[in-house]
């Protein structure tokens, strides 16, 4: 094979593009990335990191000393004024109850995962800086024009800041958001339904600081957010997606958005940060085409109400990762790659499903604000609030796992951040994923599991622990969290699961 630039290149440089380069470069790829803009953007993005995605973050050692202390329960008089704030027909609740999280405006009452609450920009800087560590070689100013890919690699024109140039990787993965330029120009399609609203999140500064009551508020025409110190706001109009959202947002159209829902000739006196949004939902017919393959944004788009994007497309970055390098190193055959589409491509269909049921309940009007009641009753009852929490935050998700490996109540679900103790001392489960291998523990299943997986010593960590509440005897964990095999499984499984997920430990397919 003819020179490569890399063996994997990763279009796109936000914080999921950062993340695959990572998880791939974790096992000795090589690995480029290629992004349009010459620095991080710092206009107003996710403002925080959810559910599923903390737990990402904890098994890769990223964002360790950000995270707040656990909110308090919500007392039963907080629960009341939730209650009460949604009976009311001109307000939702303000922001003053830590650790609530909401789906359509209505808040979950449920505060034990807190959310980690940092800007988007500062978990790019982290990941930034892993990547550099990692040996990433991140290339800013560099806009990819051309995709064409053969059977043996994929070339891509590439306009950089000293003019254009060719460069071939075995793998290409388009991280470039909604709009990706890596899915156009490979043929993708990319079908589901336009956007109804138009809407604004700024950090601006007004005449008068008590034009309105802080807090979320519905209004006839749609949605207005007024938080205090320093000036936060959010305004959503039912009245169709933007006509030009590429064009300058002018500081006169976010004030009249501001002025039309507040029901006030408020005066916008400074915009620091402003940005535009819509809620159209689509997504790719497919994740993988041949050898490019997409991620985050560029794979699906939708509103972003509960913060779905980010931790969606960390979910993805976390379950394509390994298996790019497993196929990169020559372990596995690329057949592995389709099931990045199998397992993720129904997440990304029901995360717009549950979209789109969110916006149609925010909008204006008494049947919505009937169905909005009866809704919020069956909030306040815990298993309700349970579920929908978990739909919300990604945490039902699970795997098909292959007839090999159904042996017990965890396999295809994520594993518990067990405690446990090893030869050296105490430690977490998540700890023993920093290396982004996989994982086969040891909690008294005995000699033989370990033996069998002695072959995959050089992509597998075998752990021998105890563990006070241990699930099983013994767990097979996939890089990505996922349990792919645990006791009562016989050898015979335990084999077939290692050999399905982490090929066959005497090929090396790169040399037949």
């Not at 950090?203 to 957010?225: M, N, Q, S």
């Not at 389709?338 to 491509?345: A, L």
Request: proline share 7%.
């Amino acid at each position: 094979m003819a020179y490569l630039d890399a063996q994997v290149a990763v279009v796109g440089a936000g914080p999921v593009g950062l993340m695959l380069a990572c998880e791939v470069a974790l096992h000795g790829v090589s690995v480029v990335v290629l992004e349009r803009l010459p620095a991080i953007e710092w206009r107003p993005k996710a403002e925080g990191i959810t559910g599923r995605a903390i737990d990402i973050m904890d098994r890769r050692g990223l964002m360790i000393g950000v995270t707040e202390a656990p909110a308090a329960p919500l007392t039963s008089e907080q629960q009341d004024r939730i209650a009460e704030g949604e009976r009311r027909p001109d307000s939702l609740l303000p922001k003053a109850f830590p650790g609530a999280r909401h789906f359509a405006t209505m808040f979950l009452l449920r505060p034990e995962s807190p959310d980690l609450l940092v800007p988007q920009q500062l978990l790019e800087e982290d990941l930034a800086r892993r990547a550099a560590d990692l040996g990433v070689e991140v290339r800013r100013g560099h806009t990819v024009t051309g995709v064409v890919q053969d059977d043996d690699r994929v070339c891509l024109d590439v306009e950089g800041p000293d003019g254009p140039y060719r460069m071939e990787a075995e793998w290409l993965a388009g991280c470039d958001g909604g709009r990706s330029v890596v899915r156009k120009l490979s043929g993708i399609a990319f079908p589901g339904t336009d956007g109804v609203t138009a809407g604004y999140r700024a950090f601006a500064e007004i005449d008068d600081p008590e034009f309105h009551l802080p807090g979320w508020f519905r209004k006839d025409g749609g949605l207005l957010v007024y938080e205090e110190g320093p000036p936060r706001f959010i305004t959503l109009e039912f009245d169709g997606p933007p006509a030009n959202r590429d064009a300058p947002i002018t500081l006169e159209e976010f004030q009249e958005s501001l002025r039309r829902l507040s029901g006030t000739k408020v005066t916008v006196t400074e915009v620091k940060k402003i940005t535009r949004f819509t809620d159209n939902a689509r997504q790719a017919e497919t994740y993988r085409s041949g050898r490019v393959l997409l991620v985050g944004d560029a794979a699906h788009v939708h509103s972003h109400w509960s913060g779905p994007g980010l931790r969606l497309g960390l979910g993805d970055a976390l379950n394509l990762g390994w298996k790019l390098a497993a196929v990169a190193r020559g372990w596995c055959h690329e057949d592995l790659l389709d099931t990045y589409h199998s397992e993720r491509h129904p997440i990304g269909e029901q995360t717009l499903e549950i979209q789109r049921a969110s916006i149609a309940l925010m909008r204006p009007g008494p049947y919505v604000d009937a169905l909005r009641r009866l809704l919020t009753e069956l909030l306040l009852r815990d298993e309700a609030n349970r579920q929908l929490t978990s739909l919300v935050d990604d945490l039902h998700i699970s795997y098909d796992m292959g007839d090999l490996s159904l042996t017990g109540p965890l396999v295809g679900r994520y594993s518990p951040d067990l405690r446990l103790r090893c030869a050296d001392g105490p430690v977490r489960l998540a700890e023993l994923q920093r290396t982004g291998r996989a994982l086969l523990l040891d909690l008294g299943a005995g000699p033989e599991p370990r033996a069998l997986a002695e072959p995959w010593a050089d992509r597998i960590d075998v752990v021998t622990a105890e563990c006070a509440e241990a699930p099983a005897d013994a767990l097979l964990i996939r890089p990505d969290g996922f349990v792919a095999w645990s006791t009562p499984g016989d050898p015979a499984s335990l084999r077939g699961a290692l050999t399905r997920w982490f090929g066959h430990p005497d090929r090396r397919l790169r040399d037949e």
